[in-house]
């Protein structure tokens, strides 16, 4: 038994060790010991390359505008553990964390000794928010976020009102596949017979495989572009302005305050899914929940603007299709301005054309490196990247952030992203420089 929350995030981290296991086995077999909570709790399916969290965000505030307890179960975390379950968008305390790891462990120790094998990080932190969820805190409806592909992702094992595939890239191809078709293949897997499926996939043929699948599993499809649309689309300073309608019903100049053309997406898919929501099942949502709740959604790390002056900018851009969604944007906002960018990433992503899509919008570019296992050095990066006049290196960000937020010129932007995990260490040490300044 775990007293101390240091006790149960250690033992939940140690789980590291086992790595990625696919499939579904195990945690089919932990809900059966705790008899099944997965049915008594009302979900919505999150799944895609892109845009999960921002989608999952969104979608919760319309929710939580329109007066429901909405869990939330996502990854990864980005300041604390324990916002991967949520409440209304609030981290559950450590004590329940603690409560909830003492109700998991005797089950993982018991899989440990079968030929199963013992559950993964990713599957015990799925098997406690079902938990909490179902047992400790009971609430309207759950989202989950997929972890990794969908098929055999651990949150598989929910059977939701509806699911959201948002994006379809080559991401993860070593699991995943490395074509868009493959990809589509396994993100389709969160599909359900009869549950209605909303996607923001714009590739061909990953589209069709999402649409056979549909069409096979009798769910049905609401494609954005085809059966729901964004028109009047406006940058502003904070956010964004767009207009949307589909077979439900129209909304004009609709706000958000997250950066980004992509958000506009993201904010759609959302707004459909609570429109099914509101026909199908009953939840009551109107129009004022709607605007109120896309306007208040916050995701961190995702376009986020941390200080006016200096400028310092920040986002979670860690695979190919978020490096061009980040570079459109700056070149797009920021077209008149200097842009120094601060980059670190994982060794295991298709570096070569991430960091040459990032030199497209960098003045200045400087590779660095962090305390995760699977990060990159800083040197390896900057070997990839071809060196030239405009690059460099530093080994130790905090150094190089504190030096850069001196220096930092008045027609310069200061861009910090790259890896999710990074940015999590990074976003601290900026905040705190610039209560100091």
């Known amino acids: 038994?775990?007293?101390?929350?240091?006790?149960?995030?250690?033992?939940?981290?140690?789980?590291?060790?086992?790595?990625?296991?696919?499939?579904?086995?195990?945690?089919?077999?932990?809900?059966?010991?705790?008899?099944?909570?997965?049915?008594?709790?009302?979900?919505?399916?999150?799944?895609?390359?892109?845009?999960?969290?921002?989608?999952?965000?969104?979608?919760?505030?319309?929710?939580?505008?329109?007066?429901?307890?909405?869990?939330?179960?996502?990854?990864?975390?980005?300041?604390?553990?324990?916002?991967?379950?949520?409440?209304?968008?609030?981290?559950?305390?450590?004590?329940?964390?603690?409560?909830?790891?003492?109700?998991?462990?005797?089950?993982?120790?018991?899989?440990?000794?079968?030929?199963?094998?013992?559950?993964?990080?990713?599957?015990?932190?799925?098997?406690?928010?079902?938990?909490?969820f179902a047992k400790l805190s009971p609430v309207d409806v759950v989202i989950y976020e997929v972890g990794l592909g969908g098929r055999f992702d651990s949150t598989n094992v929910i059977h939701p009102l509806l699911s959201i595939i948002t994006s379809i890239g080559l991401d993860h191809t070593a699991i995943l596949g490395d074509t868009y078709e493959e990809i589509a293949f396994e993100k389709a897997g969160i599909i359900k017979n009869g549950v209605s499926v909303i996607t923001g996939v714009k590739q061909p043929q990953a589209l069709e495989v999402i649409r056979n699948k549909a069409a096979e599993l009798k769910s049905p499809m609401y494609q954005l572009g085809e059966d729901f649309f964004t028109n009047s689309r406006t940058s502003l300073k904070n956010g964004e302005q767009f207009s949307f309608s589909s077979m439900f019903n129209k909304y004009e100049l609709l706000e958000t305050s997250m950066i980004g053309s992509h958000q506009v997406d993201n904010a759609s898919l959302a707004l459909m899914a609570s429109q099914i929501l509101a026909n199908y099942y009953s939840f009551i949502i109107e129009d004022a929940h709607i605007r109120d709740g896309l306007k208040k959604a916050y995701w961190p790390g995702r376009l986020e603007i941390l200080s006016d002056h200096p400028f310092v900018l920040i986002d979670g851009a860690h695979n190919e299709e978020g490096i061009h969604a980040l570079v459109s944007e700056i070149k797009s906002r920021f077209a008149d301005k200097k842009i120094s960018i601060l980059f670190a990433a994982l060794k295991d992503k298709k570096l070569d054309k991430i960091i040459a899509t990032l030199k497209e919008a960098a003045d200045e570019l400087t590779f660095t490196t962090f305390d995760f296992p699977r990060a990159a050095r800083a040197e390896e990066l900057l070997e990839v990247s071809k060196n030239?006049?405009?690059?460099?290196?530093?080994?130790?960000?905090?150094?190089?952030?504190?030096?850069?937020?001196?220096?930092?010129?008045?027609?310069?932007?200061?861009?910090?992203?790259?890896?999710l995990y990074f940015l999590s260490e990074a976003k601290p040490v900026i905040a705190r420089l610039l209560k100091n300044k």
């Open 388 to 419: 030239n006049a405009d690059q460099a290196v530093t080994n130790n960000y905090q150094e190089f952030i504190e030096h850069k937020l001196n220096a930092l010129e008045e027609n310069e932007i200061f861009l910090v992203t790259g890896s």
């Open 1 to 132: 038994m775990f007293n101390t929350y240091e006790q149960a995030i250690d033992w939940i981290h140690a789980r590291l060790r086992l790595g990625i296991k696919p499939g579904l086995t195990r945690m089919e077999w932990m809900l059966k010991k705790l008899d099944h909570p997965e049915r008594r709790i009302k979900t919505i399916h999150v799944g895609g390359t892109n845009g999960k969290g921002s989608t999952v965000t969104f979608l919760r505030s319309i929710l939580e505008s329109a007066g429901y307890r909405v869990g939330t179960f996502t990854s990864p975390y980005f300041e604390q553990f324990n916002e991967r379950i949520s409440m209304n968008g609030k981290p559950i305390s450590d004590d329940e964390l603690i409560e909830l790891t003492n109700v998991i462990k005797p089950l993982a120790d018991e899989l440990d000794k079968t030929e199963l094998g013992g559950p993964t990080e990713f599957e015990v932190i799925t098997a406690m928010s079902i938990y909490y």
